[in-house]
């Protein structure tokens, strides 16, 4: 039985009484995009999700889930849902089950690089998914389907969380995902090993951390991703900074992020991806921000180097 089928079966099966709140946020932006090719405006709305949320008592434990669906804008088609992210388990003293379908464990690391909820800037470019996919290379992006455990937190500090992916077809390799999350007032790490997850027979390993300084924040990243199918590897490095300071009286974080991608692949020339992007958020009340952004992709041959610029808003409720 497919989880998402899963999914639903359980929650029919919560209390009418059930603790339940609706969440969500309306965010559009516009943005010019200009290459060698030329240059075409663009308007989104993928980043706009509206979701519910609750929980209930069973017995000692509680129950929860959680159903995010977001809009995906076509061009032909106009509006369509998208199921972003849904969950459903129990919570104890002794931890957390749930059967969910979105970011894995390791993926669960990637709002290192954010700013907001969800940023404009693509983390494809960053994470050289459009290269890496291509080699049946995993780079911590895309939903998966699967079961999780996350313990107690240890000492007030260590988070250990384990996911089995099932596979999607039969005769498919079980997927697993592992993430060791530490953090203090001051730093945050986190390792994360995944196998099978978003790409058959490919492994992953991620390690990232940041340190936090009167609001100031610094973090650096290094992800290696293999595959047993192709026996091509990438590698990651990524830096990011988040500057918080004031902007007409108004709260405002500046978010500016770094990487480097290489692409190496039997038979073929080594590939080099560099990206960076500066993402601005400007909070004009605790539920509306004005946001900008900036973002530069360009591989290794300078007639695919792409820019991105755009402005927006988004309000949550």
């Known amino acids: 039985m497919k989880p998402l089928v899963m999914l639903y079966l359980l929650l029919l099966t919560l209390p009418a009484q059930a603790k339940t709140s609706l969440y969500g946020q309306a965010n559009g932006y516009g943005q010019l995009a200009a290459s060698d090719a030329g240059s075409s405006v663009q308007l989104e709305t993928h980043l706009s999700e509206f979701g519910f949320r609750g929980n209930t008592p069973v017995a000692a434990n509680s ?41 894995s464990p390791l993926a669960r690391s990637n709002k290192f690089f954010t700013l907001m909820h969800r940023d404009p800037d693509a983390l494809t470019g960053a994470l050289g998914y459009s290269q890496a996919s291509s080699d049946n290379l995993a780079v911590g992006l895309g939903s998966v389907d699967g079961l999780s455990y996350r313990a107690p937190v240890i000492a007030d500090r260590l988070q250990l969380e384990w996911a089995v992916i099932p596979a999607e077809r039969l005769g498919g390799e079980t997927g697993l995902s592992f993430a060791a999350d530490y953090a203090d007032a001051r730093r945050r790490l986190s390792l994360a090993l995944e196998l099978n997850g978003t790409h058959q027979n490919s492994q992953l390993m991620r ?103 755009g402005v927006g808003l988004n309000i949550e409720f």
């Open 63 to 103: 129950a929860f889930f959680d159903l995010a669906v977001g809009l995906v804008t076509y061009a032909q088609d106009g509006c369509c849902p998208q199921l972003v992210r849904s969950e459903v388990g129990l919570r104890s003293d002794q931890g957390a089950l749930t059967l969910f379908y979105g970011d």
């Open 207 to 309: 390690l990232i951390g940041d340190w936090v300084s009167k609001g100031l924040t610094v973090g650096a990243g290094l992800q290696l991703s293999t595959s047993s199918v192709s026996d091509a590897r990438a590698l990651t490095l990524i830096s990011f900074t988040r500057i918080p300071f004031r902007l007409a009286s108004n709260p405002s974080t500046l978010r500016w992020l770094v990487s480097a991608n290489r692409l190496i692949s039997p038979g073929s020339a080594d590939q080099e991806q560099y990206y960076t992007s500066l993402v601005q958020e400007l909070n004009l009340t605790d539920k509306v921000s004005a946001f900008g952004f900036v973002e530069l992709d360009w591989p290794d041959r300078a007639a695919e180097r792409v820019a991105y610029a």
